[in-house]
C-alpha cells in the first residue's frame, strides 16, 4: 500500500544516488539519465559548486519573510534581467506558479481578461494554468475551467488574424514540450509580435521547459526577434531545488505594487543560493556555445536513424530538448530504452523526448544514441519478422 496519491504512472525504478548524467537504483543498476529531472538537472546530478553554495546558505538562515530585503534575491533577479529583456523579476516556486503570476499581471496591467495561447500548449495544473493549457486530457474532470481563454492552432499564421482588441495576452513556449517537441516557426513568432502590437495585448513567453540554457541561449526566445513583455522560468534555473520566476518589462512593475500578489516561499534564500550559481555557470558565453555544439552533434547521429529505420518519421528539436518522432506510439520504445539503462520522456504519443544535463559529454551522447540504434533495430527486425 501506498500512502500517496496516485497522480503518477510511475515506473518500476526508485533511485538512490545521481551523479552527473547517471542515476543508480538501489539494485546498484545504472542509468544513463536523459531526462533531467524533466529539464530541470541543467548541470548535471548533484553538481559540486551549487551543492557548496546550498550548504554555504543552510548555516546562515533557511527561510525568512518576503517583509525582509534579501540581498541574494536582488543577486539572482539581476542576472535574469542581464541576460534578458526584462526590468524585474518575481520569484515563485514552480512554472506554475509563474504562469498563474504572469497571466494575473497581464490581465490587471490591460485591464482585459482573455488570454490566447495555443493547441497542445503546456502551461501548468493549476486552475488557471490548465485552462491555458491547450490540451483536453489536462482538463478533463475538473468542471468549468477559468473563463476567457482562446486556443488557437501553433505555427498557424492565419489563425492570428482573428483576434481583437479584447486580448490581454497571447502566450506559447516557443518550442512546444509536452505537446510533442515543436519548435515555433519564425514567421509564426513574427506574426504574434506584429498581431500583439496591433490590438494591445502583452507577449508572454513561458519559458519553464525552454529556458535557462536548455536550448543554446539563454532563453528560447532569443532564437527569434523577439522581445517580450513577460518572460516565465522554472525547471533548470535551481538545479533541482524548486524556485519559478517571472521576469516582466519596466512598464509592468507599477502594476504589481505591494499587496497585488505575493509568495510565502518565492525566492527562498536555500533556492536563490542554487539558482545563483546555476545562472552564473550557464549563462557563460563558453558554456552556452558548448550546447550548441553538442546539440548539432546529437542531431547530426540522430538524424542517420531517419531513413535507416522505418520506425523514425522526423528528429527536431532547439539546443538539448529534442524530440524523434515515430509511425507508432512510442511508451514501448521508452520501456525499452528504460531496460537498456537509458532514460527517456514522451512528449505525446508519438514523440521520444531527449533531456540531457547542459552538461552532457560527448562519449555519453554517443552512448545514448547507440542504446536508441539498438532498440530500433530490435523493433525493426520484431516488425519484419511478421
Known sequence: MSYLFPTYARWDVTIKEAKGSWVTDVNDIKYLDFISGIAVCNLGHANEEVTNAVQEQLTKFWHM??????????????????????????????????NEAAIKLARKHTGKTKIVTFL???????FATMSATGQEKIQQGFGPLLEKFQYLPYNNVEALDELGNDVAAIMLEVVQGEGGVIPAEKEF??????????????????????????????????????????????????????????????????????????????????????????????????????????????????????????????VRGKGLLIGIECKEQVSQLIDQLRNHKLLVLPAGPNVIRLLPPLTVSYEEIDTAVKTIEEVFQAVDYSVGAH
Open 65 to 98: 519573510s518576503n517583509l525582509f530585503h534579501q540581498p541574494i534575491q536582488e543577486e539572482v533577479a539581476k542576472l535574469l534581467v542581464e541576460t534578458s529583456d526584462g526590468d524585474a523579476v518575481f520569484f515563485c516556486n514552480s512554472g506554475a506558479e509563474a
Open 120 to 126: 497542445q500548449s503546456f502551461h501548468g495544473r493549476t
Open 189 to 314: 513568432i513574427q506574426k504574434i509580435t506584429e498581431t500583439c502590437k496591433k490590438i494591445g495585448a502583452l507577449l508572454i513567453i513561458d519559458e519553464v521547459q525552454t529556458g535557462i540554457g536548455r536550448t543554446g541561449k539563454p532563453f528560447g526566445y532569443q532564437h527569434y526577434k523577439v522581445k517580450p513583455d513577460i518572460i516565465t522560468s522554472a525547471k533548470g534555473l535551481g538545479s533541482g531545488l524548486p524556485v519559478g520566476a517571472m521576469i516582466g518589462q519596466k512598464s509592468l512593475i507599477k502594476t504589481f505594487q505591494a499587496g497585488s500578489h505575493g509568495s510565502t516561499f518565492g525566492g527562498n534564500p536555500i533556492a536563490m543560493a542554487a539558482a545563483k550559481v546555476t545562472l552564473e555557470t550557464i549563462f557563460e558565453e563558453e558554456f552556452l556555445k558548448e550546447v550548441e555544439e553538442k546539440s548539432n552533434y546529437l542531431i547530426g547521429k540522430l538524424n542517420s536513424l531517419v531513413g535507416k529505420h522505418p520506425l523514425v518519421n522526423e
